[in-house]
C-alpha cells in the first residue's frame, strides 16, 4: 500500500535517532539552559522551559540530567551569546522548510544550513519567506482505535482548538495552544486517553504531496540539517511518501 505518514516516518527513523541519543540530547540540555535563563527554573511560570522538560522526558532523559541543565541555566557562568534564529527555504518539489536553531555563531549556522540546502537541490530563503505557512501550536496524536467521540468531548471541553482525524497518517490530532501543551495531555490522561506523543510544532497550513524519489531527497535533507549541532528542530509541510 502506498501513501504517507509523518507518525510512520518518524518509527522508521527511530533506530537512526536511538543512534543519536549523545547528540539528540547535547541539544536538549542546551534546550533546558537557554529556557531555564530566559524564563526561570520554575515550569509552571516558564512555558518554553515546560516545553523543553517535556521533550527531554520523551527522549529518556532522567530527571537528574534534566535538573542540573535547568540549575545550569539559572547559575551566572552561562554565555549570554546563545541566540534563538529560525532559518527558512525551500526544497524539492516546492516544500517549505523552517529550521529553528541555538547558536553562539551565526555565521557558522547559517552556512552549514545554507551547504545542506544546496547539496540536496534546495533554497536558503529570506525572513518571512516561508514563515507565514506555519502556525505555533501544541499538537498530540491518539491512536486510530482511540474512542472518536469521547476524545472530541474530552478534548474540546478541555480547551482543545481542534480535533481531526488524519485518514492517511491513521491518527487523531488534537490542537492546543502550544503553551497548554502539557495541561492538555494531562487532562486527557485523566481521562484515560494516553497519546502517543505530544509536542509543539510548527504546523503548516498547505502541504505539497511528494513522491517515492522526492521523499528520498527531502529525508536526505532533514537528517543532515538534524545532524548540525546548532539545529533543535526542522520542520516542513512536505507530505512523504512510503509504502508498507
Not at 50 to 64: C, E, I, P, Q
Not at 187 to 202: F, G, H, R, T, W
Amino acid at each position: 500500500m502506498a501513501g504517507h505518514s509523518k507518525w510512520a516516518n518518524i518509527k522508521h527513523r527511530k533506530a537512526r535517532q536511538d543512534a543519536k541519543r549523545g547528540k539528540i540530547f547535547t541539544k536538549m540540555i542546551r534546550a533546558l539552559v537557554v529556557s531555564a535563563k530566559k524564563g526561570g527554573g520554575n515550569i509552571e511560570d516558564n512555558p518554553t522551559l515546560r516545553t523543553a522538560v517535556d521533550k527531554a522526558l520523551s527522549v529518556n532523559m532522567t530527571r537528574d540530567m534534566i535538573d542540573r541543565a535547568i540549575k545550569r541555566g539559572m547559575g551566572a557562568d552561562v554565555s549570554d551569546d546563545m541566540h534563538e534564529i529560525t532559518y527558512e527555504g525551500y526544497a524539492v518539489g516546492g516544500t517549505a522548510v523552517l529550521i529553528e536553531c541555538l547558536t553562539d555563531n551565526k555565521n557558522r549556522t547559517v552556512s552549514e544550513i545554507r551547504h545542506a540546502f544546496s547539496k540536496n537541490n534546495g533554497n536558503l530563503g529570506t525572513d518571512g519567506s516561508v514563515a507565514y505557512l506555519f502556525e505555533r501550536v501544541g499538537q498530540l496524536l491518539f491512536e486510530s482505535s482511540t474512542n472518536e467521540d469521547i476524545l472530541i468531548d474530552s478534548a474540546l471541553s478541555s480547551g482543545a482548538k481542534d480535533v481531526l482525524y488524519d485518514e492517511s497518517e491513521n491518527v487523531f490530532e488534537v490542537l492546543t495552544d502550544w503553551m497548554s501543551l502539557t495541561a492538555m495531555k494531562e487532562a486527557l490522561l485523566a481521562y484515560d486517553l494516553p497519546c502517543l506523543s505530544a509536542e509543539v510544532i510548527m504546523r503548516p497550513s498547505n502541504k505539497i504531496v511528494l513522491d517515492m524519489n522526492q521523499t528520498d531527497q527531502m529525508l536526505k535533507l532533514i537528517d543532515q540539517l538534524e545532524d548540525l549541532d546548532d539545529v533543535q528542530n526542522v520542520f516542513t509541510n512536505a507530505v512523504f511518501y512510503y509504502s508498507e
